[in-house]
């Protein structure tokens, strides 16, 4: 129940409640939609971003919050420290146990190479498993790998890299059958057809859900599969940075067991990025429903060794973050909510948006609604207008929300909001990063021996990604990468000493620019203690200035 | 409920007193209180079941578990947290497993010993009927293990309460697998597709895509046709 503030509102939402449920709202042209972009989306904020001082993409822009990421020092000071003989050797180094990771690990091992994951939380903790609507691939009748190239591009406002999107939306089909081979429950009807749905930006319903616990059900699979081969890993183990050899390749990493502080390398063949996104950096402040590890360290200690990053100038706001109550801000509403039938609709009961236009412009639509129409809901001070919920019900028949949305309701329900009868709040949220380290479709970046897979890339969903490619381009990605990395590993005799040359260069440039020595990265735990704690973490207290 | 709580609550972390704001999700006031996680906090959404903790509130005996970051705090909780549970799992080969009545009883032969006493669908924070579930592994009945368990996260709290020692995530896993990959229907739609692609049907009409202007795309795109 929500108090006495928030009621007179709600009865005008049900007030027109009965007139929307079957009421078609325009779409927008692609005009309209560039205009509404420019004047409200966060990206295109003034003063927002900064061109990058020096590595790879001198000069081009990004938001400060990364800016202040890649100008800045390792935490291994290349004057003091000296490299470590490996404790490991491997011919596939993974970094980062998300569903891109693990995949990566999962195809590697198949491919006969030697593996060796690491990651800072948990295998699994990451932002995979907190995916909830469901993963996109053209597997219908009335649907196809070239329509579903169309929503990809259309999506990304015609930035994407074609041969990324193509190997995205060609290996679809497979990835699904894949999935249902390792055991992966999709929402199905009794005779096997998946009961796929439409989400934000797609022309046909190729959104395949497992309740609203989709990433959660994959990455468990994927998880166990990776346990039941055996393969080798080590958790709360953080990268610091990449090594690399007189050429310039990479040839492993620098780690840190994060509870002890033990400072260690592996040598690697080959090394794989799959640390994932960057929602903790909470960008314009905005809150975030990312997982506790979304730092960005994969772009840093790639960056630093010389890789190119590509549209880290746009970053993706999911429309419908918790607007209230506060202890789950920025928590996501899945667009599955608004892909069974709920409606955003403002203060005064009324609709603003066609609700399925992709999330870009569904976010610019409530941002407006709230700062310019000031039509959000008055007594949410961080600003939200109302997913009208109970009009799900209306549609779908009482008990849909249980059945397709238990996430959903569990989120509010504990917090004594019952989204079956009364609408939620909701806000925009830092959901995703469009950008990342550039790569081919195959992983590779431009640095030899190093590659990226994941939210950490960037390229296939050119400006703003569509739900449900993320989780197909983990698994497509993550198994191309695994396979390729692999083959490139066993063709390797011979492997360089690992150096951190890379950094010391990186910091002399760093000097010049006139950096200041104390800002370090990547950040690998967001620190929310009160000010008078924070400090440098304990397992990197030994490490000298 | 009440917009906000700005007064101060006590809370016991492992026995030690803290003062914070009352409005927090014990995981954010085990942080006010100055500690940093690197155990005991994962997704900070409800999905990973990283953050599991146990707590008792004053003048009660009585335990209670969360999910430290989805769960408000209350005056004078004691908490402690359970961030990981040496439980068993065991590996399998699910490509070569035989979906009968026996396998699960094969791979977790403890399950047998399970007294239905309902300690784990009574921790569950998920609200679900583990003891079913495990009743249904027992049977071998795939399909009810897989509905019941299919929104378990594996905090892990329910293996922390078992006096049989059963880890009944793993075990739910295990069937949940092989209900996916055995007992429930391929989808029909996709063996069709693979054909398609395996006859590169599509090939002409993406490689034409991809070498689209800008201008093409857009036209093309804005001509889209959309299912209803
Ligand atoms: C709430 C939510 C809902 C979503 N819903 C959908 C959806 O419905 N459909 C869809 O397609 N996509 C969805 N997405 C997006 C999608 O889930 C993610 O983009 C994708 O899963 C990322 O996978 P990943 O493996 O690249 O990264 P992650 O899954 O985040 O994994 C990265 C891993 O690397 C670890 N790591 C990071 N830095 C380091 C380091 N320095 N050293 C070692 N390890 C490190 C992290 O802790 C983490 O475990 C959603 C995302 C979120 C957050
Ligand atoms: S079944 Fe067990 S592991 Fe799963 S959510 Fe419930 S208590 Fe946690
Ligand atoms: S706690 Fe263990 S013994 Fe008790 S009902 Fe659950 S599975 Fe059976
Ligand atoms: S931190 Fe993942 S469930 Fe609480």
Known sequence: ?545 | MTTKDKSLATIYIMGKEYKVPGSLTILQAIEASGFLFVRGCGCRGGFCGACSTVYRTKDSYKLKVALACQTKIEDGMYLAQIPFYPGNKATHNLSKIKPTTETLCMLYPEIMRCISCGSCTKVCPQDIKVMDYINAAIRGDYKKIAELSFDCIMCGLCATRCPAEIVQYNVALAARRIYGAYVMKKAPHLDKRLEDMQAKKFLTEIETLMKSSTDQLKERYTKRELEK
């Open chain 1, 1 to 545: 129940m929500y108090s006495k503030e928030f009621q007179e509102s709600i009865k005008k939402v049900e007030a027109t409640r009965k007139e929307r449920l079957n009421q078609d709202f325009p779409k927008l042209s692609l005009a309209e939609r560039s205009v509404l972009l420019e004047a409200y989306h966060p990206d295109y904020k003034k003063g927002t971003m900064r061109e990058i001082l020096i590595g790879a993409n001198k000069d081009d822009k990004t938001p400060h919050e990364f800016a202040d990421l890649f100008e800045a020092y390792s935490h291994i000071n290349p004057d003091n420290f000296i490299v470590p003989a490996p404790k490991y050797e491997t011919d596939v180094l993974i970094i980062g146990g998300g569903g891109a990771g693990v995949t990566a690990a999962i195809i590697a091992n198949q491919a006969k190479a030697d593996v060796f994951l690491v990651t800072k939380l948990r295998i699994a903790d990451a932002n995979t498993t907190m995916a909830q609507g469901g993963i996109q691939a053209a597997d219908k009748a009335n649907d196809s790998p070239a329509i579903h190239y169309l929503d990809v591009v259309g999506g990304g406002g015609f930035h994407n890299i074609p041969e990324l999107v193509q190997a995205l939306v060609n290996d679809g089909p497979e990835i699904i059958r894949w999935l249902e081979d390792l055991g992966v429950i999709f929402d199905k009807a009794p005779d096997g057809t998946m009961l796929s749905i439409h989400g934000g930006g797609t022309s046909r319903k190729r959104m395949h859900p497992c309740r609203d616990y989709t990433g959660a059900e994959i990455m468990r699979c994927l998880k166990d599969e990776f346990l039941d081969q055996k393969i080798k890993y080590l958790e709360y183990t953080g990268a610091l940075d990449l090594l690399t050899d007189k050429n310039g390749n990479c040839v492993g990493a620098v780690l840190v067991n994060m509870e002890n502080g033990e400072i260690f390398t592996v040598k690697a063949k080959t090394t794989i990025i799959a640390t994932g996104g960057a929602g903790q950096l909470h960008i314009q402040g905005f809150p975030t429903s990312n997982h506790y590890g979304a730092t960005a360290d994969g772009l840093v200690i790639g960056y630093r060794a010389g890789a190119k990053l590509a549209f880290l100038d746009t970053i993706q706001y999911h429309p419908t973050g918790v607007g209230y109550p506060e202890q789950i801000l920025g928590q996501l509403i899945t667009e599955k909510v608004r892909g069974v039938g709920a409606q955003l609709v403002n203060a005064d009961g009324e609709r603003f948006i066609y609700d399925l236009e992709t999330r870009d412009v569904v976010a610019s639509a409530i941002i407006r609604e709230v700062q310019d129409r000031k039509k959000g809901i008055a007594s949410v001070a961080s600003g939200g207008v109302w997913l009208d919920t109970p009009l799900i019900e209306m549609k779908s028949g009482s008990g849909t929300i249980l059945k397709q949305l238990p996430a959903m309701y569990r989120q509010f329900i504990k917090f004594g909001i019952d989204m079956t009868k009364e609408p939620v709040i909701t806000y925009p949220t830092q959901h995703y990063q469009n950008g990342g380290i550039l790569c081919t479709e195959f992983g590779e970046t431009n640095v030899p021996g190093l590659y990226v897979v994941g939210e950490a890339s960037g390229g296939v969903h050119g400006r703003n990604r569509l739900m449900g490619n993320s989780l197909l381009d983990i698994l497509v990605f993550g198994r191309r990468a695994g396979k390729y990395a692999a083959e490139q590993a066993t063709k390797t005799k011979q492997v360089n000493e690992g150096t951190i040359e890379h950094i010391k260069k990186y910091h002399q440039e760093l000097e010049k620019a006139g950096v200041p020595r104390e800002r370090k990265s990547p950040i690998l735990l967001p620190d929310y203690r009160p000010q008078e704690f924070k400090g440098k973490y304990s397992f990197l207290s030994h490490l000298k200035d």
